[in-house]
């Protein structure tokens, strides 16, 4: 009985961090319902993750009545942001963003849905790309001449179109049934910013780069994730769903025997970022998922790369589920539910990485053995305790991760990547709660009321 009330206490701290905030003002353009607008002014709780670290993350918590909109469209949420999606990144006023119905990334200035056609250079196709770089024809060597460079250009005409630039002390909410979809939030050199319950689908690529080298067989790369953290600080991402919409990967055709990418992740945090809370999201049958750090090269990204990665339900994924480098990386009571094909790996254990992972619980399907939930992209050691797994029909039970991996691999991993997190808001549940509280909170459409 102690244990049973004890981890019935835990819940309900773990869920009280979720739901604590001051009543604000309603936002100027109108009344909205009272669980919605006060999501705007909602801070991170104290000691939530990296992203609490010293002043915390308060994102738009201090707008003025001018600065709280509603957007419906592109353009309107171009213009909550600042009014020129080109200098947004620039404009550090406080401001609050409610994101009312579906906004496309594709969304041209008469509201019609632009397509790939529409953004292409003129002198580049599809076919004539695939017709000059056939390895059959080219060779493994990367793509040079003009095809390349039309590709490039295009590139650049997309990203101009579905890469929104999100400033200093943001916060971005969605309205019930809220959905980004085909567009990138870029969160670069900025600080203070806040995405929650939000669902982001396909931010797809429609120009993506051959590159022949990538792999034994080479590779198509895509270009652009759903949010991505560049060079900034204190971001709070909590309570979104992440999906590929109905364009998934498995529908994608093959080219030079390799899948035709279109995706890129979820949430990545590279180039020098850091203090990063992800909390209580959903990611659902995506690929490559969440990046922290984006090259092996030592420099910059040496102490830094700080990222908390708590309460999210990975549901159907492939890989990074995070994939590290560098950076000291709390990874807890998160729920994954993993297999099938393409299947690669969840914990990624990358160079200079310093992972803790406990009190996460694995839903495997039978084809996933546990010795292949860690992969060594070139690091020494990873912290994790506390999991659990269930297989199949068989009864959960805890499972030593790390031992499964040194079982099967060489050179081992070690045990102790140096370092005990400091920052979580409440004491950790019990691993088997994990899935029960996971499993019905993390979300859009779930926060607490």
């Known amino acids: 009985m102690r244990r049973t009330t004890a981890g019935v206490a835990l819940l309900a701290a773990a869920l009280a961090v979720t739901t604590a905030a001051p009543a604000p003002a309603a936002p100027a353009g109108g009344p909205l319902p009272r669980p919605a607008w006060e999501l705007g002014r909602q801070a991170l709780p104290?000691?939530?993750?990296?992203?609490?670290?010293?002043?915390?993350?308060?994102?738009?918590?201090?707008?003025?009545?001018?600065?709280?909109?509603?957007?419906?469209?592109?353009?309107?949420?171009?213009?909550?942001?600042?009014?020129?999606?080109?200098?947004?990144?620039?404009?550090a006023t406080p401001k609050i963003v409610y994101v009312a119905g579906t906004i496309d990334g594709f969304e041209g200035p008469d509201g019609a849905l632009l397509d790939c056609a529409d953004l292409a250079d003129p002198a580049y196709s599809l076919d004539g790309y695939l017709a000059a770089y056939d390895p059959a024809v080219w060779g493994r060597v990367n793509p040079d001449g003009p095809?390349?460079?039309?590709?490039?250009?295009?590139?650049?005409?997309?990203?101009?179109?579905?890469?929104?630039?999100?400033?200093?002390?943001?916060?971005?909410?969605?309205?019930?049934?809220?959905?980004?979809?085909?567009?990138?939030?870029?969160?670069?050199k900025v600080s203070n910013v806040i995405v929650r319950n939000l669902t982001f689908a396909d931010a797809r690529d429609c120009f993506p780069a051959w590159s022949p080298t990538d792999g034994d067989a080479g590779n198509w790369n895509s270009q652009y994730d759903q949010i991505s953290v560049r060079r900034s600080e204190h971001v709070w991402v909590d309570h979104n769903t992440f999906t590929d919409g109905d364009n998934p990967d498995a529908a994608q055709p093959r080219y030079f025997g390799r899948p035709y990418q279109v995706h890129d992740g979820s949430l990545d945090v590279t180039h020098t970022a850091s203090l990063v809370t992800a909390s209580w999201n959903r990611f659902v049958g995506r690929d490559k998922l969440m990046l922290v750090g984006s090259s092996n090269t030592v420099g910059p990204d040496v102490g830094r790369l700080k990222v908390t990665v708590h309460h999210n339900l990975f549901d159907g994924d492939l890989q990074r589920l995070p994939r590290v480098r560098f950076g000291q990386v709390d990874v807890h009571e998160n729920h994954y539910r993993l297999g099938g094909p393409g299947f690669e790996y969840a914990l990624g254990v990358g160079v200079q990485s310093a992972m803790y992972a406990e009190n996460n619980y694995f839903t495997l399907a039978g084809d996933v053995a546990p010795a292949d939930l860690i992969h060594d992209w070139g690091g020494t050691a990873l912290t994790e305790r506390g999991s659990?797994?269930?297989?199949?029909?068989?009864?959960?039970?805890?499972?030593?991760?790390?031992?499964?991996?040194?079982?099967?691999?060489?050179?081992?991993?070690?045990?102790?990547?140096?370092?005990?997190?400091?920052?979580?808001?409440a004491p950790v549940l019990p691993t088997p709660l994990v899935p029960l509280v996971v499993d019905a909170f993390a979300g859009a459409g779930r926060l607490p009321r």
């Open 46 to 91: 104290a000691n939530d993750g990296w992203a609490a670290e010293g002043a915390g993350t308060t994102g738009g918590a201090a707008a003025a009545p001018d600065r709280i909109r509603v957007a419906h469209t592109r353009a309107e949420l171009v213009d909550a942001l600042g009014g020129d999606n080109a200098t947004n990144s620039t404009d």
């Open 147 to 188: 095809l390349e460079a039309a590709r490039v250009r295009s590139v650049a005409n997309q990203t101009r179109q579905t890469q929104l630039n999100v400033g200093a002390n943001t916060t971005l909410v969605g309205l019930p049934g809220a959905r980004l979809t085909g567009l990138t939030l870029m969160i670069d």
């Open 388 to 425: 659990w797994l269930r297989q199949g029909a068989d009864r959960p039970r805890p499972v030593d991760l790390l031992g499964a991996y040194n079982a099967a691999h060489d050179p081992d991993l070690g045990g102790d990547a140096g370092w005990t997190p400091t920052l979580r808001a």
